[in-house]
């Protein structure tokens, strides 16, 4: 059995030869790579990404309103 932190551990320190790849490749085909469940190498989950939504009501999305803001032209006009 070769534990998931050994492989990175060899591959941190550059001991990965091509022997040990070879074992690594033959392990993982019979299932005799096992998952560290110790804790001690295990990645971090990683945060759960949630898109914004838009607003809906029955599925339908709801459009903000358009801010317009307007300005009477007579400021250009000449006196």
Known sequence: ???RSQIKQ???SGQ??????A???AAHR??????????????R???????????RV???EIVAPRIEARV??????PR
């Open 72 to 77: 009477s032209k007579v400021w250009w006009l």
């Open 45 to 55: 989950p990683q945060p759960l990404m949630v898109e914004p939504q838009l607003p």
């Open 30 to 43: 019979t299932g005799q790579v096992e998952r560290d469940v110790s804790g001690v190498d295990v990645a």
């Open 1 to 3: 059995m070769i534990s």
């Open 16 to 21: 990965l030869t091509p022997e040990r790849i």
């Open 58 to 60: 029955g599925g339908t």
């Open 10 to 12: 060899w591959a941190r």
């Open 23 to 25: 074992q690594i490749v």
